[in-house]
């Protein structure tokens, strides 16, 4: 089991600050949140931490690895997996060909020359197919990607993550354009990731979803962490309802 410990990131743009003195911990085997209003600094925070943008100052630690350096592809390999708040699927592929490629970020080499239908407990096919089960699409296997609507497509990339094994997740508003069925559906799944010891930072808009599934919650607004504390003290905190919670319509439906 390992922490995802995120210390001391701040990051500009053009000289616009957008992260300042960012802090946070992602304990294993728990769901941590992170809310705030558009513009708050979340999925800089989250490209920061998966490798994709590097930071003027800080230290990003996913248990005794130090990720601070690292490019994305070994961030990977170190436990590390990212969803986005776009779609970012192999188009021209089928559901079970994504979810196969998530296995490959251990391997070295062309994934390609890798055997997708070897008999042991370890091959790529074996581990996207119990993938693909524990998110109960199965029946989706054989479908292209682009012939999916978007809520069976949102849950091709949790699959694919599965599928890499990782040891923590950041998970940038999976629920997006989800109906509240679909988005429970995906809580569900987290819960039980989460459970098994998989450390999860949830960014995500829907409250409603962060409400019933974080164990902790931290609150950004402008590049700057307002607050943390559990979901009952976030949600009654004054500073987050006049930043954020009261002007955030929920999905009730």
Avoid: C
Avoid at 113 to 136: E, F, I, W
């Amino acid at each position: 089991m390992s922490d995802l410990e995120i210390r001391h990131i701040s990051k500009a743009f053009g000289g616009v600050q957008v992260l300042r003195d960012v802090s946070l911990t992602a304990q294993s085997g728990r769901i941590t949140a992170l809310i705030g209003p558009n513009g708050a600094g979340k999925s800089t925070l989250a490209n920061v931490v998966s490798g994709l943008v590097r930071p003027e100052s800080g230290e990003i630690h996913l248990g005794d690895a130090d990720l601070t350096k690292m490019p994305a592809y070994k961030r990977a390999r170190a436990g590390l997996g990212r969803t986005f708040q776009n779609l970012q699927l192999f188009d021209g592929m089928t559901v079970r060909e994504n979810a196969i490629m998530g296995s490959f970020h251990g391997l070295h080499g062309n994934p390609w020359r890798s055997p997708l239908n070897r008999r042991d407990d370890d091959a790529p096919a074996v581990v996207a197919d119990r993938a693909l089960t524990t998110l109960g699409i199965t029946e989706l296997a054989k479908i292209d990607v682009a012939n999916l609507g978007f809520g069976d497509a949102k849950l091709v990339e949790p699959a694919r993550l599965l599928a890499a094994e990782p040891t923590a997740l950041v998970m940038d508003e999976p629920a997006a354009g989800l109906g509240w069925e679909s988005a429970r559906k995906l809580g569900a799944w987290m819960g039980d990731f989460a459970a098994a010891g998989v450390a999860i930072l949830l960014i995500e808009h829907n409250m409603r979803l962060v409400m019933e599934l974080a164990d902790y919650i931290y609150v950004i607004d402008h590049g700057v962490m307002l607050m943390e504390g559990e979901p009952e003290a976030v949600r009654t905190d004054e500073r987050v309802l006049e930043a954020y919670l009261g002007r955030e319509e929920t999905d009730d439906e």
